[in-house]
T-cell receptor, first 113, second 115 residues
């Protein structure tokens, strides 16, 4: 199992550009999550999905969009990138049931200049 | 509101000494608590969790955590620290207000173990 994979690892965007951060998991997990990590701030939830075709906003959704057309993939779209979106982005997934621990990808470091 | 607090930005210990990384929580209902570790330029790795049962939970790499309901704490411990334990540690609690399994994370504590 590769677990949770994310691409790209690094990206530099100019203000106003758009991009998609890719996330794929091969564990057949129903639940998937996108977080951003800023220094000293912990992780903030951007969007989450409880299954294919179902997504919902987290704590900090503004400036982002997601889709979940398959169980495996949960891409995060940034439209009109802004410097405030400079961050490290993590995708995570978990199985259904009551265990609740999430498994994280290696992250994407994004800089918007 | 549900929250997690890690009162120390950094903890410094000497190799071979015991270590404690503190975490307190505020949550409605029964707490589901987690510890994660993040090594530089890596994703978060699950260490251990408390859902129910014994208050002392054992996890990966020799770590354990003690759940204390009266003090609403879930401190991470290790009897003998290694230099390789140096990393960023996050405490998290399940968001009890929803059934989606969302986790609420503390701000993280950097553990520095010196030889």
């Amino acid at each position: 199992n590769a677990g949770v994979t994310q691409t790209p690892k690094f990206r530099i965007l100019k203000i106003g550009q758009s991009m998609t951060l890719q996330c794929t998991q091969d564990m057949n997990h129903n639940y998937m999550y996108w977080y951003r990590q800023d220094p000293g701030m912990g992780l903030k939830l951007i969007y989450y999905s409880v299954g294919a075709g179902i997504t919902d906003k987290g704590e900090v959704p503004n400036g982002y969009n997601v889709s979940r057309s398959t169980t495996e993939d949960f891409p995060l779209r940034l439209e009109l990138a802004a410097p405030s979106q400079t961050s490290v982005y993590f995708c995570a997934s978990r199985t259904s049931g009551q265990s609740y621990e999430q498994y994280f990808g290696p992250g994407t470091r994004l800089t918007v200049t | 509101a549900q929250s997690v607090a890690q009162p120390e930005d950094q903890v410094n210990v000497a190799e071979g000494n015991p270590l404690t990384v503190k975490c307190t929580y505020s949550v409605s209902g029964n707490p589901y608590l987690f510890w994660y570790v993040q090594y530089p330029n890596r994703g978060l790795q699950f260490l251990l969790k408390y859902i129910t049962g014994d208050n002392l939970v054992k996890g990966s790499y020799g770590f354990e955590a003690e759940f204390n309901k009266s003090q609403t704490s879930f401190h991470l411990k290790k009897p003998s620290a290694l230099v390789s334990d140096s990393a960023l540690y996050f405490c998290a609690v399940r968001d009890g207000a929803s059934n989606t399994g969302k986790l609420i994370f503390g701000q993280g504590t950097t553990l520095q173990v010196k030889p």
